[in-house]
T-cell receptor, first 110, second 112 residues
């Protein structure tokens, strides 16, 4: 099935640095979602985007729904150690078909 | 309010054995779903339910059965486990199919 291409696969950054990750697809989605997963836990929704071009923030996190509806990005500003985890993008079509990216594993060095 | 709970947290099965992964939610959510998570891949939808008595197949349903006799519970059954079913399984629930999904903590299943 159609999966999302998420990059980068992993990132090693210094505390305080900004982080950027993105998700692309050859198909159009009506909703883009970004999740974070901590070890041994299920994913938790960070940001949901419902309109092409939409830019939404949640604290230090900012995500955008691409104009073409085929991509989305997530930025984390001024990273802190608790930002460590795996970040997943997900795209949803109207028929509830939801696809997930393979995840970006973030490591933050103090 | 416990949210979404899953049991067991870990399970090892031999090929051919059967088992049921339990999922329960106490948020009165209509929509529930099961995903599997494999290394290097995103979550993939196995089965879902839009309400009690209604279930449907997702992207990778083969080898799994589900039922939804109550709003709260959505068990996933493996009738004859295979090594390809080694994975981490997540249950999720939401008010409806378009609203935010809440995920359980997962069940790590190994089939030898």
């Amino acid at each position: 099935g159609q999966q999302l291409n998420q990059s980068p696969q992993s990132m090693f950054i210094q505390e305080g640095e900004d982080v950027s990750m993105n998700c692309t697809s050859s198909s159009i989605f009506n909703t883009w979602l970004w999740y974070k997963q901590d070890p041994g836990e299920g994913p938790v929704l960070l940001i949901a985007l419902y309109k092409a071009g939409e830019l939404t923030s949640n604290g230090r996190l900012t995500a955008q729904f691409g104009i073409t509806r085929k991509d989305s990005f997530l930025n984390i500003s001024a990273s802190i150690p608790s930002d460590v985890g795996i970040y997943f993008c997900a795209g949803r079509r109207n028929n509830n078909d939801m696809r997930f990216g393979a995840g970006t594993r973030l490591t933050v060095k103090p | 309010n416990a949210g979404v709970t899953q049991t067991p947290k870990f399970q090892v099965l031999k090929t051919g054995q059967s088992m049921t992964l339990q999922c329960a939610q106490d948020m009165n959510h209509e929509y529930m779903s099961w995903y599997r998570q494999d290394p290097g891949m995103g979550l993939r939808l196995i089965h879902y339910s839009v309400g009690a008595g209604i279930t449907d197949q997702g992207e990778v349903p083969n080898g799994y059965n589900v039922s939804r006799s109550t709003t709260e519970d959505f068990p996933l059954r493996l009738l004859s486990a295979a090594p390809s079913q080694t994975s981490v399984y997540f249950c999720a629930s939401s008010r409806d199919r378009l609203t935010e999904q809440y995920f359980g903590p997962g069940t790590r299943l190994t089939v030898t």
